[in-house]
């Protein structure tokens, strides 16, 4: 799998599972789950295929890690800053460091298991 | 005559040496200059030699006998031609071959320069660099086996790894053409001399790593130096050669690797490799940490390998799944 592929589709999986551990980590929020999944699988998606672009264009599994992490942090923060001016309550901790982490794992795995594409292989 | 044989005084070892070294040493042609021995085989000398033409060092092969020892000569030609014949990075180019004054055989060829591997495997060598040489030394034979020529003699002595990370086959004395109809002589004999290396009139190979129907009847194909690369896959595992005592790697790698030098070296060639490529592929896979061919895994195992294969991203969702409890805790849910 292509390392834009792997990272695209692992932004959006673990997007999917860290949107529903809502339901454990803040049950409150329940109702409004299908809403959370949907922003969480947008934000795995887009951190993923920002770091699936880097991991194509740039082969360092510890870039890699870095701008992972990076992505993970920006977009959480983003998120908190959203429900901040939303006015809604702003649940720092769960979304940033989960969300970090999980830019840091699709950073890892997109360098580690993605292949670079045969176009790129050949320079072309 | 006892008395006057006992009036003559004793010589050392590394006179002797000295002295014996000053009667063997070729007149090579004006071309070369002689330098120090390298190394003595069964029938001959390498010498390394500076090719005053070309401005470079050479290894020079010089029979250690003269003319009359036809059957060592066209052994030494036939090494030569094979050599020729082989055109490979893990195989020694020959630049010359001749006659000399004398009426000694010689070839000329690479002076290859580094370390054998049986010393890399004595200086530590990590596991996966061992593994990875041993690839590197399974591709010339592979190419020769394809062009129809079996090595005979492959062990640790007879690969050379140089300090830019290229492997070398050596020693292709005993390489025999598949077409030949002429079988394998098997003589009787012990298959080394002292410097480790295969001698004349005797038993075609070194026994450690000899397969059984090369010792028994002469009669071998590619799977007896897919046996003999088993052999050397036991050596850089144990540091020793296979029946002598070794040291003992960990339980799992153990198994899979030990399967894999157990298949290469079955008693029966239809039970082994096929070819010397299936066996290499069979080392990578390992390497790889993929299931080997040569040992069909249970579940546990496959988890563990598994397990260990992936261990940085199981550790980093490990943390994910604590830091989840984590805010779970401080948040006292």
């Known amino acids: 799998m292509t390392k834009m592929l792997l990272g695209t589709i692992l932004g959006g999986v673990l997007g999917i599972l860290d949107g529903l551990s809502a339901i454990v980590s803040a049950p409150e929020t329940v109702p409004q789950i299908i809403g959370i999944v949907i922003g969480s699988t947008i934000k795995g998606l887009i951190a993923g295929v920002l770091i699936g672009y880097f991991a194509r264009r740039v082969n360092s599994l510890p870039l890699g890690i870095v701008l992972g992490l990076a992505v993970g942090f920006v977009l959480a923060l983003l998120v908190c800053l959203m429900q901040r001016f939303g006015g809604e309550h702003v649940y720092w901790w769960q979304v940033m460091l989960p969300g970090s982490l999980v830019g840091l794992i699709v950073g890892y795995a997109t360098q580690r298991y993605g292949l670079i594409s045969h176009g790129r292989q050949k320079g072309l | ?333």
């Not at chain 2, 130096?225 to 896959?233: E, F, H, I, P």
């Open chain 2, 1 to 333: 005559m006892s008395e006057r044989r006992g009036a003559v005084p004793a010589l050392s070892d590394p006179v002797l040496d000295r002295l014996r070294g000053a009667l063997a040493a070729p007149e090579l042609p004006e071309r070369y200059v002689l330098g120090q021995p390298l190394g003595r085989g069964g029938m001959a000398t390498v010498w390394r030699a500076h090719d005053l033409l070309l401005d470079r060092e050479v290894a020079f092969k010089v029979l250690d006998l003269p003319e009359g020892e036809d059957d060592l000569a066209e052994r030494l030609l036939r090494e030569a031609r094979v050599l020729a014949q082989l055109e490979h990075p893990g195989i020694v180019p020959v630049h010359d071959v001749g006659t000399l004054s004398a009426g000694r055989v010689f070839y000329a060829m690479k002076l290859v320069q580094g370390r054998r591997l049986d010393d890399v495997v004595r200086d530590g060598a990590s596991l996966p660099e061992r593994l990875r040489l041993f690839l590197r030394a399974c591709e010339p034979v592979a190419f020769a086996h394809a062009r129809g020529v079996l090595h005979r003699d492959l062990k640790p002595e007879n690969v050379m790894t140089g300090p830019f990370g290229e492997v070398l086959v050596l020693d292709w004395g005993l390489a025999k053409k598949l077409d030949d109809r002429e079988p394998a002589k098997a003589v009787c004999g012990s298959g080394t001399d002292i410097t480790g290396h295969t001698g004349h009139e005797m038993r075609l190979g070194t026994p450690a790593y000899m397969p059984p129907e090369q010792r028994e009847a002469g009669i071998v194909d590619e799977r007896s130096d897919v046996y003999a690369l088993g052999g050397v896959l036991h050596y850089l595992l144990h540091g020793a050669a296979p029946g002598e005592c070794s040291v003992h790697l960990a339980k799992p790698v153990a198994r899979r690797l030990a399967s894999i030098v157990n298949r290469a070296r079955a008693l029966k060639p239809e039970a082994r490799y096929a070819t010397v490529s299936a066996l290499a592929a069979d080392v990578e896979r390992f390497l790889a940490g993929s299931p080997v061919l040569a040992h069909p895994e249970s579940l546990a195992e496959r988890g563990l390998r598994l397990l260990s294969r992936h261990k940085v991203v199981v550790v980093l969702l490990l943390v994910y799944v604590l830091v989840r409890l984590a805010l779970l805790l401080i948040a006292g849910r």
